[in-house]
């Protein structure tokens, strides 16, 4: 994929900023139109006088990110780009937005292993030791959360619980993970020499013929998670993934609506029981208050379908799980078991 210039090369057309741009405190700098700017700084949002940056300005620093990419905000009103130090960018321009939107979501300093996460309290130690437990009995992990509440961070600490001597595939929409293996093979999307790119759905397929012994999906968010299932089912346990959600549960029925979204798509019932052998524990990942932390942990036990309710239970307590009882079996939905 090609990539725009770094952080350091949009000081120029971004006036006002270029001490955000150098501050490695600040993980986010959300430009929402002339002046307007916010940034994140350890977890906090905080507004951020600019006002010398203007529309003008903000204008050349889209185009500035796009040309490299051979792309126009003119003709590509909504781009999104990865700079060369691996910080995200994106970018929306009229006629889609009102006026120039600037996202940039900077690559982190520092990737913490689980022992840092425990440490600073991001990752409470009994969790820990169940996804060890898990990873080691070569079952798989799903990680939810919401948009930057820590998924990828606790995706990174949990793949270095992987054995040295085994081989992983990662694939990602943009080469975000941290992994520093010798025998790791990593792909990204997007990547295209026609007209159609490659996306993560024909990424995941390909890996399997690449001798993998543990698949990590950066994040899975369509079709995709219908291949990965199978998969995981077929002899790639200690696998890893994350998905956008709203708590633990509910990462188990968007797995699965992702799942339905395959043009092959088996019945919902059977695509549930395949989340069910798939994945055996969800760690969902919150960020509250400037700090991002583990809220919850589920053992995945079943699926009882005349209720639609997942059956789970606390790491280690998987024996006395049982469905909540219910009248309503349609559409699926998550309860307390």
Not at 8 to 27: A, Q, R
Not at 176 to 183: C, K, V
Not at 213 to 219: K, L, S, T, Y
Not at 249 to 257: E, G, I, W
Request: overall charge negative; aromatic content about 2%; charged content about 25%.
């Amino acid at each position: 994929m090609k990539r725009a210039s770094g952080v350091g090369h949009l000081t120029p057309f971004l006036p006002g900023l270029e001490g955000l741009l150098e501050d490695p405190e600040v993980s986010e700098i959300m430009i929402n139109g002339p002046a307007n700017v916010w940034v994140e700084r350890r977890g906090r949002l905080e507004p951020r006088e600019a006002p010398e940056l203007t529309a003008a300005w903000l204008h050349r620093a889209a185009i500035h990110i796009a040309r490299p990419l051979g792309l126009d905000p003119a003709t590509n009103p909504v781009l999104d780009a990865r700079l060369e130090d691996g910080s995200r960018v994106a970018i929306c321009t009229p006629p889609a937005s009102p006026v120039v939107a600037i996202t940039i979501r900077r690559f982190g300093g520092r990737a913490f292993s689980a022992e840092d996460l425990v440490r600073l309290g991001s990752l409470p130690e009994d969790i820990l030791e169940a996804a060890r437990s898990t990873l080691a009995a070569r079952q798989n992990i799903l990680v939810s959360g919401g948009t930057g509440s820590g998924k990828t961070t606790l995706l990174n600490a949990l793949i270095e619980l992987l054995p040295e001597d085994e081989r992983i595939v990662a694939i990602e929409d943009t080469l975000e993970l941290r992994i520093d293996r010798a025998n790791c093979l990593r792909f990204e999307a997007g990547a295209t020499l026609s007209e159609t790119p490659v996306e993560i759905r024909d990424l995941v397929r390909h890996a399997l013929r690449h001798r993998p012994d543990h698949i990590v999906v950066g994040e899975v968010r369509g079709g995709e998670a219908a291949d990965l299932l199978q998969a995981l089912n077929t002899g790639h346990g200690g696998s890893l993934t994350t998905i956008h959600a709203n708590n633990a549960r509910s990462a188990l029925s968007r797995l699965a609506s992702c799942a339905m979204q395959a043009g092959d798509a088996l019945p919902w019932e059977v695509t549930c029981r395949g989340v069910v052998d798939g994945i055996a524990l969800v760690l969902h990942v919150a960020r509250r208050g400037g700090r991002r932390f583990v809220e919850d942990a589920l053992a995945v036990c079943g699926y009882d379908a005349p209720t639609g309710h997942w059956i789970t239970a606390p790491p280690g307590e998987e024996s006395g799980a049982q469905p909540e009882r219910s009248t309503h079996s349609h559409p699926p939905k998550e309860v307390n078991p």
